[in-house]
């Protein structure tokens, strides 16, 4: 069963999210998947100024949408001006969806592959329950291997590379992120399993009052 913690604030949430990623990288962990969406962009400033030895991290990513990297709405370019653009990982993944989900998806799963099990898997949550680009009801949710291309994405652009459900649940720190009272409908379908989000048992959810319905 995931694991829920509520703190008081977004703040708090970030703090919180920044202070096990530190820990975990900190312990040993090499590989670090970097969330999409809007949700981790305070989390990734408190790494930018955490102490971390970068030079040990591999940086993926959970998600991209197929879009140039210098996009406003591509997860690599909100990755690189809050934390990428500070620190210096050993090296970066970019999933480059600017190739299109199938030439995109094949290359990272190779990469993937290559490297899982992951260590550090930072995700947030969609309104409708979805986390990555696994939308629930959608034919990605199923799928195996380690990456998968996305079409017709309910939440735009339509056109996205997810790392798959399986890939997720193998990891061995998930950490979901959901703050605001939107997210509350969506986390308390999450803690019934109904939704890809809530489908990965040893995930860890950092959840402000406003997403746990409080
Ligand atoms: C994406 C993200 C997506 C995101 C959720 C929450 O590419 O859109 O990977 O899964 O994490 O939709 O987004 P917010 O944090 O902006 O609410």
Known sequence: MPEFQVLATPEDVARAAA???VAALN??????????????????????G??????RVTVLFGDERCVPPDHPESNYR??????????????????????????????????VG????????????????HTASLFPGHPEVQATGWAVGVRNAPKPPPDRVSLTLPALQGARHVIVLATGAGKAEAVARA????????????????????????
């Open 19 to 21: 202070d096990q990623i």
């Open 27 to 48: 312990g040993g962990a090499r590989t670090l998947v970097l969330a999409g969406g809007n949700t981790p962009k305070r989390c990734y400033e408190l790494l930018a």
């Open 50 to 55: 955490a102490e971390v030895m970068w030079g």
């Open 78 to 111: 909100t990755a690189r001006e809050s934390l990428l653009g500070r620190v210096a990982p050993a090296t970066v993944h970019r999933i480059a969806g600017e190739l299109g989900p199938d030439e995109a998806t094949a290359a990272y799963d190779r990469i």
């Open 114 to 129: 290559a490297l899982a099990p992951l260590d550090v898997v930072l995700l947030g949550a969609g309104e409708d329950g």
């Open 191 to 214: 803690r019934r399993g109904e939704v890809p989000s809530g489908m990965i048992a040893g995930a860890l959810w950092l959840l402000d009052r406003a997403a746990a319905g409080q």
